[in-house]
């Protein structure tokens, strides 16, 4: 008994390590943002993406597909679980959830979906290829 509640500690140990590494990761589309001057964009984008760690740790992404430019994803919200896309060479998105839909918006999943893909492929160009979406789009932030 006494080593089945230790072993079960380390996992939770492990679990607010690892969490605790992510939470410290910074995000990446927010400081895009204030790369390319927008602080007031990069500070609203900070506030709706800052649970990605959260949504990363517990499992609410499930990837799709995954290439060069591109991202589909189901994202579990917690009013449903929506389905995803973010083309960054067409430079078009959607998203399942009722805040594309009726207002075409940047929703949360899209931002959380460019997060995503920033923290997948870490490469020069692709985030170059997020930083210049981001700058169409910064006006359709939620
Ligand atoms: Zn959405």
Redesign the pocket.
Known sequence: MAIRISRISAIAFLQIIMSYALARRELRTPKMLEELGLRVEASRLRAIIGDFAFYLNSGRFKVLRLKRGYIEAMVKGFHGE?H?KVDLLSRTFY?S?P??KFRKAL????LLLLELYAFMRNEIRDLELIREFLKVFKDNLL
């Open positions: 929506w995803v998203c959830c805040h594309h929703c949360k999943h899209v």
